[in-house]
């Protein structure tokens, strides 16, 4: 694909996810801490995607700078448009209550900004800049989508009416186990430690 296609196709396609959350801003919020379940966020969990909302805004534009061309075509290549169209379709599966249909986006969104955060392993930021535009923004997500995987998953699917030793509640906590050891892997453990990512999650 050629570099100013696959920029461009970044933009539209951040622009239009975007616009879309912002359409439904009160729908998505609802998702995470109006459905009582026991992985379910407080009103502060849309919090993080903001801040990754406007690292991608800068990002849209840090990454036409000649010091993020290779880490744009070689880890970023196709996967963040991807991401982007991905949870723009998510956004309308929630409001069509299509809620398996929703649950296998956010599982593809997070191979897309998984398959990234393990490709841009091999980069480092040259600058303050890059470190916080073009760097930052795919460390934060990759934390994120975890949280967002499970946590669409048990409000689509579960609640607390069962009690605390039911499935659900069981199910919830070995989650939480399983995300703090991704976030331990991540922090310690990786090609390139990253503890931004392990922060989200603990978050």
Same mark, same amino acid.
């Not at 075509?73 to 069509?96: C, G, H, P, Q, R």
């Given at each position: ?10 933009? #539209?396609?951040? #622009?239009?996810?975007? $616009? ?10 609802? #998702?995470?801490?109006? =459905?009582?379940?026991?992985? =379910? ?15 991608? /805004?800068? !990002?849209?534009?840090?990454?036409? =700078? ?17 991401? &982007? ?6 956004? !309308? $599966? ?20 998984? =398959? ?25 997500? /990759?934390?994120?989508?975890?949280? &967002?995987?499970? %946590?669409?998953?048990?409000?689509? !699917? ?5 009690? +605390? ?17 991704? /976030? &331990?892997? %991540?922090?310690? !453990?990786?090609?390139? +430690? ?10």
């Amino acid at each position: 694909m050629q570099p100013v296609v696959l920029k461009t196709l970044n933009v #539209i396609t951040y #622009i239009i996810m975007v $616009t879309t959350a912002a359409l439904h801003w009160e729908l998505l919020s609802s #998702i995470y801490y109006d =459905r009582p379940n026991y992985l =379910r966020g407080t009103q502060y969990s849309m919090i993080l995607p903001g801040i990754v909302f406007v690292l991608l /805004a800068g !990002f849209s534009i840090a990454q036409w =700078r000649d010091s993020a061309y290779d880490y744009v075509m070689d880890a970023i290549e196709y996967n963040l448009f991807a991401s &982007n169209l991905v949870i723009t379709t998510w956004v !309308f $599966t929630w409001k069509l209550e299509w809620l398996v249909v929703s649950q296998i986006l956010v599982i593809i969104n997070a191979i897309f900004i998984g =398959r990234l955060f393990m490709k841009k392993q091999s980069f480092t930021a040259t600058s303050l800049i890059d470190y916080i535009f073009v760097h930052l923004p795919f460390s934060i997500y /990759a934390g994120l989508v975890w949280v &967002n995987v499970f %946590q669409s998953f048990f409000s689509s !699917f579960t609640t607390k009416e069962a009690g +605390p030793d039911s499935w659900a509640a069981i199910g919830a906590a070995g989650s939480i186990v399983f995300m703090l050891i991704i /976030a &331990n892997y %991540q922090a310690q !453990f990786s090609q390139d +430690p990253d503890s931004w990512s392990a922060i989200v999650i603990g978050l």
